[in-house]
């Protein structure tokens, strides 16, 4: 569970100032469904110009409950030049902090409360500043986001873009666009590596490799613990040469290291058929 | 606080009690390290040794020595995936599903950064897995391959079809691992049966305590250890062998056969539907995601519409029920679930998937008073929220 402050759940469990107004004097929704988060806040302003009543509808996590909610309780019976000095920061502070990942819960909180005082003023809707391509809306993902993750993360598919930055994974408008930027990127990156050769029946030489490989990675490192080593001396068919060294060659448990372990290593990863004989 | 009803059974699960009772004397008497030349230690050597042949009996394994144990699933999940990308000592294929576990994500990702080629198969709108993909993505494929794909998906508890994945993978050559953490207890697991070479298991969500996994490997697997430096479990796995939790898990493994032919799960399947059945009929505009006939028993994954999945846990733990959420806020993430996604939920219901998980200590009672509350709950956030026209 979060490590959500004592206010933060009173806010959340008994939220303040949830409803609408009839006939608001400013009104904004920002955030979307399809984001996981979205306020609706609005409010009525008295015959001296200050707040008087403000109302909140929120979709979200607790803690976005709580700040929509504590951004009511400190608005109302403030100017709307008092208001509009309030920031995200102070939302936070008002509940007794908020975890660092929910800070955004703060932030739409203090949109929401500019947007619906700039609706009051302008009789605008919201208010959107574009400096870039926004590709993806429902997440306000920009072109530059989109090529900064495919080229990081070497993507090819829409699905993997929307993995990595959420563009595309709401209402999937943006899809094809996205196939294009990934495209473009994609298009001076290098070739992918040639296909490795498909697998054949084993020959002479695989089995002799893969013996050798099986002694590598099975065999000589339990020997080499005692200072001794294995070499591969012939492979006739089914039969295995094999030659100690080191502290193994003499050794008389040798015979016995030689069974239980090269056969079994052998039989296992190579073939069941396979007789060990000691040079 | 309420008493408490739990149905997060996916998260984690109450370890059994004749579980922690077995486990006792092997921390308070028998507490030595069953590799010791002395008898202290040796008296423990042969408890080990027949628990590595109950979990190699509970999933039809030939030999005990398939048996690893390890530290957790995500450990054996990592060890599978990484293990046998070590042994190609060439770039190869790794296919598996958009709805994994992380512990399986993770590492493909480890590998695709490596250089090898990682292949997600998706899955429909069910959540059922795409056969004509991953067929495909066999037959395109040259080189050494990997599947790693799951039994049956920790969200939603849809079931894959993993012996024909198993066959047609084998039949392309490739090794074959499954994940089978979310189907260990709940179904029959029997690897004579599903030609699979590694598979994983996780002793805490069959009612062994948390820290013990394991991973079994099919013998002449081509496979290299992830932890260096020991002899145990025939230099597979390094580290002194966690005797309490692998005594305690090879209980949880005799209980779970037990309760796999009593009866258990029919019952566990019976209280699940009656939950589905009671919050779809009192929760208008919700709906279940994931095959409703192709699911393991305990598992139910519902989205009520128009709200947000952590505000309803936060209420129903309020009541005590504890249950989870795929919703981005309560997994940490600015992201819903990978898995809802995956399966093309409608952006309305994405952040407001809920599941109950349920066990064999689920009462009727329980399931009666969780249809109470979560109706209320639903209304609740309901009367909140922008998007309801109220």
């Not at chain 2, 079931?159 to 499954?178: D, N, Q, S, V």
Request: hydrophobic share 40%; proline share 5%; with cysteine.
């Amino acid at each position: 569970m979060w490590d959500y402050t004592d206010t933060v759940m009173d806010h959340f469990r008994h939220p303040r100032n949830v409803g609408i107004i009839d006939n608001p004097d400013g009104k904004a929704t920002v955030g979307s469904l399809a984001c996981g988060d979205a306020l609706t806040f609005m409010f009525k302003l008295d015959a001296e110009g200050k707040i008087a009543e403000a109302k909140f509808q929120t979709f979200g996590c607790a803690s976005a409950v709580a700040s929509s909610s504590a951004l009511t309780e400190m608005v109302i019976g403030k100017t709307l030049e008092e208001a509009e000095k309030i920031t995200n920061r102070e939302i936070a502070a008002y509940l007794g902090g908020l975890p660092d990942q929910k800070m955004h819960c703060s932030v739409m909180g203090k949109e929401a409360l500019e947007a619906a005082i700039h609706n009051y003023r302008t009789g605008e809707e919201s208010v959107v500043q574009v400096h870039e391509e926004i590709v993806c809306s429902c997440f306000g993902v920009s072109r530059e986001e989109i090529e900064r993750v495919t080229r990081e993360n070497n993507l090819h598919s829409v699905e993997e873009v929307t993995n990595f930055c959420k563009a595309g994974g709401g209402c999937g408008m943006c899809r094809d666009r996205i196939q294009e930027i990934v495209d473009e990127v994609n298009h001076t990156a290098a070739a992918a590596a040639a296909p490795a050769p498909a697998p054949k029946k084993m020959t002479v030489l695989q089995k002799i490799k893969l013996i050798e490989q099986t002694l590598e990675e099975q065999v000589r490192p339990v020997l080499r613990k005692d200072g001794g080593d294995v070499e591969l001396i012939d492979v006739d068919g089914d039969v295995v040469r094999i030659s100690f060294r080191g502290m193994c060659a003499g050794c008389r448990s040798a015979a016995l290291t030689r069974d239980n372990l090269i056969a079994t290593a052998l039989h296992e990863f190579v073939d069941p058929a396979i007789t060990v004989v000691m040079e | 606080m309420p008493e408490v009803i739990y149905l997060d059974n996916n998260a984690t699960t109450r370890p059994a009690p004749e579980v922690v009772e077995a486990m006792l004397p092997y921390f308070n008497e028998a507490w030595g390290n069953p590799s010791s030349m002395h008898a202290f230690g040796g008296h423990v050597a042969r408890p080990v040794a027949e628990a590595r042949e109950t979990v190699a009996n509970f999933l039809g394994a030939e030999r005990p020595e398939e048996i690893l144990f390890e530290g957790c699933a995500t450990e054996a999940d990592n060890h599978a995936i990484l293990g046998v990308a070590a042994a190609w000592n060439q770039p190869g294929t790794i296919i598996t599903s958009r709805v994994e576990h992380p512990a399986v994500l993770g590492p493909c990702l480890r590998l695709r950064e490596l250089g090898h080629n990682v292949i997600e198969i998706g899955v429909n709108n069910e959540g059922l897995f795409d056969l004509e993909a991953y067929e495909a993505a066999l037959a395109a494929t040259p080189g050494p391959k990997l599947v790693s794909v799951m039994w049956a998906n920790n969200e939603t508890g849809v079931i894959f079809p993993i012996r024909k994945i198993a066959e047609l993978g084998k039949a392309a050559g490739a090794t074959i691992h499954t994940d089978a953490v979310q189907a260990a207890g709940k179904l029959a697991i029997n690897v004579k049966d599903v030609p699979v070479d590694l598979l994983t298991i996780a002793g805490h969500k069959m009612h062994a305590p948390k820290g013990i996994g394991v991973l079994y490997v099919r013998r002449g697997t081509r496979i290299k250890p992830l932890i260096l430096g020991g002899h145990q479990e025939r230099g597979r796995r390094g580290g002194t062998e966690n005797v309490p939790y692998i005594i305690g898990l090879a209980k949880a493994c005799k209980l779970a056969t037990a309760a796999l032919s009593d009866g258990s799960e029919t019952r566990i399947a019976r209280l699940r539907d009656k939950l589905e059945a009671g919050l779809l009929a009192t929760c208008p505009d919700s709906r279940v995601n994931g095959c409703r006939t192709c699911r393991v028993p305990n598992t139910l994954n519902i989205s009520f519409e128009y709200i947000e999945g952590e505000s309803v846990l936060y209420h129903l733990s309020d009541r005590g029920i504890c249950a989870s959420s795929g919703s981005a806020c309560a997994a940490g993430s600015l992201e819903p679930s990978h898995v809802i996604r995956a399966m093309g939920v409608p952006f309305t219901a994405v952040h407001g998937s809920i599941r109950f998980s349920l066990s064999r200590y689920t009462t009727e009672h329980e399931i009666d008073i969780t249809l109470r509350h979560v109706p209320e709950v639903v209304a609740e956030m309901r009367a909140l929220s922008p998007f309801v026209k109220h």
